[in-house]
């Protein structure tokens, strides 16, 4: 005769048997996704200045000798330039993910920090890059050379390529630390190299300042980004 009671199965509610993880791979896919092309939209850009305006090497040459190459450029160059600001600002919305994924994360205040440092990077980018589209074509028909010399020293090394690299490095730095908190090793081991070489690379300026070459920084900028 089979028992009347409850076999243990029967005591555990049924919302508890179900084992199958969240789903949140989709989410995440799509975020791998986003990031992969955006580092593609940023490449293509910064690959075009580097076959038609001698880029990242020209900035570093006679104001006279840059300008007279951004006013051979004419229209396609600002362009040019302009979708590469759009480039780096999209790296707002990317590091946003990471204050809306904060509360599923084992450090919320890791991927909330994340988000705002990434912010910050990609707004102080943007607006160094955005120089050749607003500021520099008037100064180049006016032919301001002391002008453009100013802006390109504090808009462009000081703003974009010093303090907007910190920043980025700090970002990167921050998801380095996520990733190992999750037990993905290898990411953030990748995470860390980054952060070396884009650190480093943000040295340029200072370097430069005190005289220094620096061309082994924005070499290193290059590879890690």
């Known amino acids: 005769m089979k028992s009347a009671l409850p076999t243990p199965r029967q005591f555990v509610p049924s919302f508890a048997l179900d084992t ?3 789903a949140k791979a989709a989410p995440a896919r799509g975020t791998a996704i986003a990031l992969v092309a955006l580092a593609v939209f940023f490449n293509l850009p910064f690959s075009h200045l580097a ?10 040459q ?15 160059l600002v ?3 302009y979708a590469f600001a759009l480039a780096a600002m ?4 990317m590091s946003l993910v990471h204050a809306f994924a904060a509360g599923r994360m084992r450090r919320p205040e890791i991927a909330l920090s994340a988000a705002l440092i990434g912010v910050l990077a990609g707004l102080l980018q943007a607006m160094g890059l955005l120089r050749w589209v607003l500021v520099v074509p008037g100064l180049a028909a006016r032919g301001d050379v002391a002008g453009f010399a ?3 020293d504090y808009a462009g090394l000081a703003l974009g ?7 980025t490095a700090g970002h990167v730095a921050l998801i380095g630390l996520l990733q190992w908190g999750e037990r993905r090793r290898i990411a953030a081991g990748l995470a860390l190299a980054v952060t070396a070489l884009i650190g480093f690379g943000a040295m340029e300026g200072p370097a430069l300042a005190m005289g220094a070459a620096g061309t082994i920084f924005a070499l290193s900028a290059m590879v890690g980004y």
């Open 20 to 22: 199958a993880p969240p």
């Open 51 to 60: 076959s038609t305006f001698d880029y990242p090497d020209i900035l570093r």
């Open 62 to 76: 006679p104001t006279e000798t840059i300008l007279a190459a951004f006013q051979a450029g004419g229209a396609e």
């Open 79 to 81: 362009a040019t330039w």
């Open 90 to 93: 999209l790296m707002v919305p």
């Open 150 to 152: 100013l802006v390109h």
């Open 161 to 167: 390529e010093h303090l907007g690299m910190l920043l």
